[in-house]
């Protein structure tokens, strides 16, 4: 079936420095790549998604890289911050059909002060 | 504009027993997904509805099934409960369906005994 690698699983850094997680994927039908951030004890949120087309996406402090010919995807966080502190999950499309995603089994961001 | 809404918070149901979750989604959204979130399993889709039609399934037993209303509210269902069922329920909306974020609800915690 679908699968989604994600590295680390741990990461922790000094506030102000950057971190980058990456995620592998088999499927090449996908075409679109969200990244989501859970705080703890609290429900996902979408930080920033790219679509296939697209090579390289950026909000502010977060970017996503994406090599659809590797089959990976990459967030970036630069000048981290204490509130960056959470667990970041990327996820696929399973298919081009309705929302079913795989998630990646996440990464446990720490942003030392 | 009220987000994803899902009720209860929390439930503790008995080994054999059955449980109804409701989510409330994004008024607007007509897709409704369910995911299932263990820390050993991570997040895991079990469905998805779309205009009162169950448009995609995930790998999960008949004893989880699962409903969508004409307002677009949607209902889950697990029956004959065990304790590896104990998880955070998580709905999420989307619009129409392909390359749009999910919403996510803050989750129903489940836990049997």
């Known amino acids: 079936g679908e699968n989604v690698e994600q590295h680390p699983s741990t990461l922790s850094v000094q506030e102000g420095d950057s971190a980058v997680i990456k995620c592998t994927y088999s499927?090449?039908?996908?075409?679109?790549f969200p990244w989501y951030k859970q705080e703890l004890g609290k429900r996902p949120q979408l930080i920033i998604d790219?679509?296939?087309?697209?090579g390289e996406k950026k909000d502010q402090r977060i970017a996503v890289t994406l090599n659809k010919t590797a089959k990976h995807f990459s967030l970036h966080i630069t000048e981290t911050q204490p509130e960056d502190s959470a667990v970041y999950f990327c996820?696929?499309?399973?298919?081009?059909?309705?929302?079913?995603?795989?998630f990646g089994p996440g990464t446990r961001l720490s942003v030392l002060p | 504009k009220a987000g994803v809404t899902q009720t209860p918070r929390y439930l503790i149901k008995t080994r054999g027993q059955q449980v109804t979750l409701s989510c409330s989604p994004i008024?607007?959204?007509?897709?409704v997904s369910w995911y299932q979130q263990t820390p050993g399993q991570g997040l895991q889709f079990l469905f998805e509805?779309?205009?009162?039609?169950?448009?995609n399934k995930g790998n999960f037993p008949g004893r989880f099934s699962g409903r969508q209303f004409s307002n677009s509210r949607s209902e889950m269902n697990v029956s004959t409960l065990e304790l590896g069922d104990s998880a955070l329920y998580l709905c999420?909306?989307?619009?129409?369906?392909?390359?749009?974020?999910?919403?996510f609800g803050n989750g129903t915690r489940l836990t049997v005994t």
């Open positions: 996820a696929i499309r399973r298919d081009n059909y309705g929302q079913n995603f795989v």
């Open positions: 499927d090449s039908a996908s075409n679109y």
């Open positions: 790219i679509r296939s087309n697209v």
């Open positions: 008024s607007g959204h007509r897709s």
């Open positions: 509805y779309f205009s009162e039609t169950q448009r």
């Open positions: 999420a909306s989307s619009l129409t369906g392909n390359n749009s974020p999910l919403h």
